[in-house]
C-alpha cells in the first residue's frame, strides 16, 4: 500500500498560491482570525518595548560601585526585549499587519508596567513582576493560538521561554543581594546629569 501523501492536493495549492499572490505569507490555509492575532502581537509588541524602556532606566541608575553586576543584568534584558520587539514586528508584516510602533498609547497597550523603583532591589522587584506579567501574558497567547497559526505561536513560545530565564535570573539576583546583605537599599542616582 502506497504511503499516504502528506499534501493531497498539491494541484489545487499551487493554484491557490498563485492566484492570491498579492497576501505574501498569508495563504488560504490559515486557520487563525488575522485582525485578532495582528492586535494580540501589538500589545506583545508594546510590552516589549515598554520592557526594553524599564530595563534600559535601571541599567543607567544602577551604575553605582556595588550594582555593575546588575547593571550588566539590566543590560542584556534590555537588548534581548529588543530582539523580541524586532521579531514580533517583522511577523506582524509577514501577518500583512503594521507594527505599532507609536509612542502615543504605548503604555496602555503594553501589559507590562513602567515602574522606576526607588534603589536597586526594588528595580529589580519591579522587574520580576514585568517578566511575570510578560509569562502569563505570552502563556495565554500560546494558547489562544494552538495550531491555527503554528508560527506565531512558536515565535511566541520561545520569547515565552525567554522571559522564564529572565525571571529566574532576577530571583536569583534578589537572593544573591539579600545574602551579601549589600547593597540591598543602595539609593539610585538623584541625576545622570551630576555624575
Ligand atoms: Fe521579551
Ligand atoms: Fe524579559
Redesign the pocket.
Known sequence: MAAKPFVSDIKAIRERARNHIRQGAVTDGYKADRQTVIKVLNEALATELV?VLRYKYHYYMASGIHSKGVAAEFLE?AN??QQ?ADLIAQRITQLDGKPNLSPEGLLSRSHSEYVEGKDVVEMIEEDLV??RI?IDSYREIVQYLGNDDPTTRRLMEEILA??EE??EDLGNLLQELGKKGEPAREPVRKSAAHV
Request: include cysteine; charged fraction near 40%.
Open positions: 520592557c534584558h534581548e526585549e523580541h514585568a517578566e510578560a525567554k522571559e529572565h525571571a
